[in-house]
């Protein structure tokens, strides 16, 4: 035995090292993910994605949103924010597998190296070395664990020191069984006892027979604790309506829309005029949004002023005029006909009317907006100067702003694609100079001026009106050109001529318009093509332009086959 040992080749290899990784790093995630669940400690897969996200480089991000976009709109996989975030998380948990298994690869890689020292020590460092990880990324990034910092990090030190254990004595019962059980008789079956003459004893398992034994631990420990988790979780989002932050009653009726009575009427299959709170499109930095205590928040309004304020939300709503705006938002990231975009009506107070009270000192030139999550923008105050209806929003369809979407405070710019608009506000700070925003800096467009887009949303082939002797075919969409409103919309069939549609009127003059056009049936496969002219008369940009790094741009079309209604011929 001792001659196998020293004829190398019987510690323990890195591979058996990776796969004892992953062995220990699966149960680890479902501990962790049960210690989120039962009481609100962090959890670092997600910390240790949203960290990666906000460290790398802003093209390789800009690619990897992009490459999800595309393959969600390609296979059709669903709403595309909600999407998003499912494979996101999916991809963080992929990822700290991985760290486990490379961590357990190179724990073994470095046993073999330091030689037999003593086995728990190695277990211990390694332990300290990812606890020491794990606890600088959650104190970096973390704002939704609920617990205190103190029991956090304690756990993280618990959870890092028991899987360096696991890993320790994995590593040890495999150099043991080597030991006992040599490599020429130790046959990779369950017969490896009986075979090698050996009395059946759990010290003498050969190695793949114990490593079958650790798997099966592992399985039923990760399955257990992830199910457990996910109902305590599912438990506690039941009794949270709509994930509110607070206990006001939530609206359930929608509102009456201000164009309720208008004759033009969306061709049926238009996306909804209107945009229910709970499809309302989510991007944001987060796997996990930042939770905010109200009671604990406070917004501080400092920098260059005479006079700096500290408001509640209270205060936000009753110290200043509430206002209301129908308003449009989208995400930079949308490709023109998708789903990144949405209308809702928001409720806030004027920042003219903080600035005023604020009173910003002479030199101040900038607004410097930061948030809870980290990121962070800045607003010229020569804007908000000349457009009071910049404003701080803290309700969202009559109600206080969902956690998703910003609870408890978020910034309304008009014309702008929301990467320059933040949620879950925690700051504002007048400054000289200018500072990019979060992701500005990352290489996005510096102004995000909403691009003139037109989208046709429905063909109604199923729905054809008459027209006295005609059959007419409803196509219809929407069209936007962020605070500049519409003013013509033109739809071309086939390789027909451009023709004006009908223009429904807008719930303010910041959403996007509903637009219709019937066309008189013809049957057979056709082309629908729409294009749009913003409020002051400029066309849209037809090029097809990605995203990146200004908005998407291009001509919207969509394809039907029309077959004559039964019964008509
Ligand atoms: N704090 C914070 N605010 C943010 C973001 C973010 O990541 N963090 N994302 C921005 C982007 S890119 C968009 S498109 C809008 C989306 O707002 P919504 O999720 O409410 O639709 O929020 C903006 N505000
Ligand atoms: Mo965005």
Known sequence: MNADRQAGGSEPSGASGALAGILVTAPLIAMLYLGTAAFGLPFPPFDVFDWLARILPGDVITLGISALVRVIVGLQLGETSATAKILEQAAALALFLGLGMTGGALFF????????????????AAGLAVAVLLAAVYLSVNRTATASPLASVLWLLIASLGWGGALSWIHGRLRMSQQVVPSVVAPPSLEGDRRS????????????????????????????????????????????????????????????????????????????????????????????????DADGWALSV??????????????????????????TLSCISNPVGGDLIGTTLWAGASLQDILAEAQPLPGAAYLQITSADGFHETVALALIRQDERIMLCYAWDNQPLTVEHGFPLRIYIPDRYGMKQPK???????????????????????????????????????????????????????????????SRVEVRVDDGAWEEAKLRRPLSGTTWVIWRYDWP???????FAVRAYDGNGVIQDSEPRSPHPSGATGIHSRSAMLVPPSGAE
């Open 424 to 486: 879950w506000i925690t700051g504002l700070q007048v400054v000289a100079d200018y500072r990019e925003g979060y992701w500005v800096r990352r290489g996005w467009d510096e102004v995000a001026r909403m691009r003139t887009t037109a989208v046709v949303d429905t063909v109604a082939a199923q729905a054809l009106v008459g027209d006295g002797d005609r059959l007419l075919v409803p196509v219809g969409g929407i069209a936007h050109a962020g605070a500049r409103g519409i």
């Open 521 to 527: 049936f013809q049957e057979g496969q056709h082309t």
């Open 302 to 327: 400092d920098g260059l002023v005479e006079n700096p304020l500290t408001l509640t939300l209270d205060d936000l709503r009753t110290r200043y005029p509430a206002r209301e705006q129908y308003v």
């Open 109 to 124: 890689l470095l046993r073999q190296r330091l030689g037999r020292g003593s086995a728990w020590r190695g277990g211990l």
């Open 197 to 292: 003459g050996l009395p059946i004893d759990a010290r003498l398992l050969d190695r793949r027979q114990f490593l079958l034994r650790v798997g099966e631990a592992a399985a039923v420990i990760t399955v257990t604790g992830a199910g457990l988790s996910a109902l305590l979780e599912s438990r506690r989002t039941d009794q949270l309506p709509l994930q509110t932050a607070t206990e006001e009653p939530v609206a359930t009726l929608p509102p009456d829309l201000p164009n309720a009575d208008d004759p033009v009427q969306p061709a049926p299959g238009t996306r909804p005029e209107y945009t229910p709170l709970e499809e309302h499109y989510r991007i944001d930095i987060n796997l996990v949004p930042p939770s905010i």
